[in-house]
């Protein structure tokens, strides 16, 4: 038998015909369709209440939408290349393209926003089509449920529609699945489950779905897989490659378990803050006002041309693409007048004096760096040198977007190197089935989203989400068609779902002139705040519940109400970053006041 020893019927603690491990936007998908197709589902995530979501909730809430099937399989051809991918695989990915607009009409009740229609001219469309290069490109667009990016929009419609379901989907948060239960020929067969402290059987008629993404918050797999000593997720914290260790022990293949995305400035860093769990996308590289501006590694020398636009991490190299040879401590190095220049036109999520190191001279930097003596002034006098010349020798930087370093105080800024998601994980097939090493499927398994996504090679943005509605789909229709495994009728366990407890509000009391007021249009969902107001003077805010970002989110939800009640207004100034919530926060402030008017 491949996998963990199979438990006897009667010893499962209860019995569901599907279940789906991992919710984010594919397990979203999969357990819709396959509660649509008549099935009783459970959907599990190890996630507590307000953070379930996956990646897909950080995600910038576009799908990759093609206008040609043969265009497109061109395209992706050459994106995969020159790796290789099973053309089932492809034809259904490819297929599924071309009907996105309609699929966002028919399953998410939106009409879609093309990104390339709406806003042809705007710095994210621009980035629509991330290989230009490629015969077929022309065809790629994105698709969005309206105007806004990375504010969570998709996926809350992806988890409206697990709440619609309610009565055939229960939500297990808090829950992480530990190892799949198999039987004696390999048939999948269900589940163990660590639930409330205590590893809870669970039996699955028609099979189980993984879509419990990738390993993005696993260093050990980062470093065994990625080669890395140490990257900074983007996304969910949850992603930590459970899924690969338990279909590994299932007899999975496992695939694409070298390839990665990156985000944010230039290659793919970001700022090293103290204490931050995540990083945050920026798009940055150097333009014609950075001239005074280098990223140096671990020597102290230059290693890639900073006014590159990256394509999720990827940068030119030698007729590819590739990631940057990565350093253990990356530095941005500036010179004061460029120091100035941040500062009038900041970053977002930070406060750059706070992350600066400062020394009057380069020498005397490169010693507060540690780094090798010489090596900073050399790399700085070698590209002053390029500056004047007009020509970057070493990595091709434009010659409009450099210029001789200026006078001192110079200033350096630690950056960590991000990782968006990674790819790698169990093979599947065209119907979603994950395969064995034996090339065959593993009978009741299915898998969609990033866990095994199936980027081989060079991935073009908006297409993990499309992937996750695609092969969600695919999944759960098909895992809904096994054949059912014969278990007695089990209700224990059943009709517990986390997701609509943790939507409930409970009883608030309130006091005179306090009224609650809520907002849904937040990162996290429901943002409840009570509010006393008194002679239409707002005198005070409590936060009631919220599930934001516990960073930049956080910030907002402390700063904004302060300001509200000085102000007594609520179009305060957003707080950097955090738009999403600041909005929501101001939404449910103006919904309270107006409870006061009843």
């Given at each position: 038998?491949?996998?963990?020893s199979?438990?006897l019927?009667?010893?499962f603690?209860?019995?569901?015909d599907?279940v789906?491990?991992g919710?984010?936007g594919?397990?979203?998908?999969?357990?819709?369709?396959a509660a649509?197709a008549?099935?009783q589902?459970?959907?599990v995530?190890?996630?507590?209440?307000g953070?379930?979501?996956?990646n897909?909730?950080?995600?910038?809430?576009a799908?990759?939408?093609?206008?040609?099937?043969?265009?497109?399989m061109?395209y992706y051809?050459w994106?995969?290349y020159p790796?290789?991918?099973?053309?089932d695989?492809?034809a259904?990915y490819v297929?599924?393209?071309?009907?996105?607009?309609?699929?966002f009409e028919k399953?998410?009740?939106?009409?879609?926003?093309?990104?390339?229609e709406?806003?042809?001219?705007s710095?994210l469309?621009a980035?629509?089509?991330e290989?230009?290069?490629f015969?077929g490109h022309?065809?790629?667009?994105?698709?969005?449920v309206h105007?806004?990016?990375?504010?969570?929009?998709?996926w809350?419609?992806?988890?409206?529609?697990?709440v619609d379901?309610a009565?055939r989907i229960d939500?297990?948060?808090?829950s992480?699945a530990k190892?799949?239960?198999q039987a004696?020929?390999?048939?999948?067969v269900?589940?163990t489950i660590l639930?409330?402290g205590?590893?809870v059987?669970?039996?699955?008629?028609h099979?189980v779905?993984l879509?419990?993404?990738g390993?993005e918050?696993?260093q050990?797999?980062?470093?065994?897989y990625?080669?890395?000593?140490?990257?900074?997720?983007?996304?969910?914290?949850y992603?930590r490659?459970?899924?690969?260790s338990?279909?590994?022990r299932a007899?999975?293949?496992?695939?694409h378990m070298?390839?990665?995305?990156?985000?944010?400035?230039?290659h793919g860093?970001?700022?090293?803050?103290?204490?931050?769990?995540?990083?945050?996308e920026t798009?940055w590289?150097?333009g014609?006002?950075d001239?005074?501006?280098?990223v140096?590694?671990d020597d102290g020398?230059r290693y890639f041309n900073?006014?590159?636009?990256?394509r999720h991490?990827?940068?030119y190299?030698?007729?590819?693409?590739r990631?940057?040879?990565?350093?253990?401590k990356?530095?941005?190095i500036?010179?004061?007048?460029?120091?100035?220049?941040?500062?009038?036109?900041?970053?977002?999520?930070?406060?750059?004096?706070?992350?600066?190191?400062?020394?009057?001279s380069i020498a005397a930097?490169?010693?507060?760096?540690?780094?090798?003596?010489g090596?900073?002034t050399?790399?700085i006098?070698t590209?002053d040198?390029?500056?004047?010349?007009g020509?970057?020798?070493?990595?091709?930087r434009?010659?409009?977007?450099?210029r001789?370093?200026?006078?001192?105080?110079?200033?350096?800024?630690?950056?960590?190197n991000?990782?968006?998601?990674?790819?790698?994980?169990?093979?599947?097939?065209?119907k979603a089935?994950?395969?064995?090493?034996?090339?065959?499927?593993?009978?009741?398994?299915?898998?969609?989203?990033e866990?095994?996504?199936i980027?081989a090679?060079?991935y073009?943005?908006?297409?993990?989400l499309?992937?996750?509605?695609?092969?969600?789909?695919?999944a759960?229709?098909?895992?809904a068609k096994?054949?059912?495994l014969?278990?007695?009728?089990?209700?224990?366990?059943?009709?517990?779902?986390d997701?609509?407890?943790g939507?409930?509000?409970?009883?608030?009391?309130?006091g005179p002139?306090?009224?609650?007021g809520?907002?849904?249009?937040?990162m996290?969902g429901?943002l409840?705040?009570?509010?006393?107001?008194?002679?239409?003077?707002?005198?005070?805010?409590?936060?009631v519940?919220?599930?934001?970002?516990e960073?930049?989110?956080l910030?907002?939800?402390?700063?904004?109400?302060?300001?509200?009640?000085?102000?007594n207004?609520?179009?305060?100034?957003a707080?950097?970053?955090?738009?999403?919530t600041?909005?929501?926060l101001?939404?449910?402030?103006?919904d309270?006041i107006?409870k006061?008017?009843q």
């Amino acid at each position: 038998m491949k996998g963990d020893s199979v438990i006897l019927a009667d010893q499962f603690d209860t019995i569901y015909d599907v279940v789906v491990l991992g919710f984010g936007g594919a397990g979203a998908t999969a357990a819709r369709f396959a509660a649509d197709a008549g099935k009783q589902v459970l959907l599990v995530d190890a996630a507590p209440y307000g953070e379930e979501g996956g990646n897909t909730r950080y995600a910038g809430q576009a799908a990759n939408f093609a206008r040609d099937y043969d265009q497109m399989m061109t395209y992706y051809n050459w994106l995969t290349y020159p790796m290789t991918l099973p053309e089932d695989v492809k034809a259904a990915y490819v297929h599924g393209l071309t009907q996105n607009k309609a699929y966002f009409e028919k399953y998410l009740g939106v009409k879609p926003m093309a990104s390339r229609e709406i806003a042809p001219n705007s710095p994210l469309t621009a980035r629509v089509v991330e290989y230009p290069e490629f015969p077929g490109h022309d065809t790629n667009d994105a698709l969005s449920v309206h105007k806004g990016h990375f504010d969570a929009a998709l996926w809350k419609i992806l988890r409206q529609k697990v709440v619609d379901r309610a009565d055939r989907i229960d939500v297990w948060l808090d829950s992480p699945a530990k190892k799949l239960l198999q039987a004696a020929d390999g048939t999948v067969v269900g589940v163990t489950i660590l639930r409330n402290g205590e590893l809870v059987q669970v039996a699955a008629r028609h099979g189980v779905v993984l879509t419990m993404g990738g390993f993005e918050n696993n260093q050990d797999m980062i470093q065994t897989y990625l080669g890395e000593a140490n990257l900074s997720p983007m996304g969910s914290l949850y992603n930590r490659g459970d899924g690969i260790s338990m279909a590994e022990r299932a007899g999975a293949k496992m695939w694409h378990m070298t390839n990665y995305e990156s985000y944010s400035l230039m290659h793919g860093l970001y700022f090293a803050v103290p204490g931050a769990k995540r990083s945050h996308e920026t798009y940055w590289e150097a333009g014609p006002e950075d001239g005074g501006v280098i990223v140096i590694g671990d020597d102290g020398t230059r290693y890639f041309n900073e006014a590159e636009v990256a394509r999720h991490g990827h940068i030119y190299s030698h007729g590819s693409w590739r990631h940057a040879p990565l350093s253990v401590k990356p530095y941005m190095i500036f010179d004061q007048a460029q120091y100035t220049h941040f500062q009038a036109k900041p970053f977002k999520y930070i406060q750059l004096a706070d992350l600066v190191i400062k020394a009057d001279s380069i020498a005397a930097l490169e010693q507060k760096l540690g780094l090798p003596q010489g090596n900073l002034t050399a790399a700085i006098d070698t590209y002053d040198r390029y500056a004047k010349a007009g020509k970057d020798e070493q990595f091709g930087r434009p010659a409009e977007t450099m210029r001789p370093f200026g006078a001192g105080p110079y200033y350096a800024v630690l950056m960590v190197n991000t990782i968006l998601n990674t790819q790698g994980g169990p093979a599947r097939n065209g119907k979603a089935e994950i395969i064995g090493q034996d090339n065959q499927p593993i009978p009741h398994l299915f898998g969609a989203g990033e866990l095994g996504g199936i980027t081989a090679n060079l991935y073009q943005g908006a297409g993990n989400l499309a992937e996750c509605l695609i092969f969600g789909k695919i999944a759960g229709e098909n895992v809904a068609k096994t054949a059912p495994l014969s278990y007695p009728t089990s209700g224990q366990h059943q009709k517990i779902n986390d997701l609509l407890s943790g939507d409930q509000l409970g009883e608030i009391k309130l006091g005179p002139n306090e009224y609650l007021g809520q907002s849904n249009s937040g990162m996290g969902g429901k943002l409840v705040v009570k509010v006393t107001y008194i002679d239409h003077t707002i005198k005070h805010i409590e936060i009631v519940q919220q599930h934001e970002s516990e960073d930049v989110g956080l910030v907002a939800l402390q700063q904004l109400p302060e300001e509200m009640v000085a102000q007594n207004n609520t179009e305060v100034d957003a707080t950097t970053g955090a738009s999403a919530t600041s909005h929501a926060l101001q939404a449910a402030v103006r919904d309270a006041i107006s409870k006061s008017q009843q």
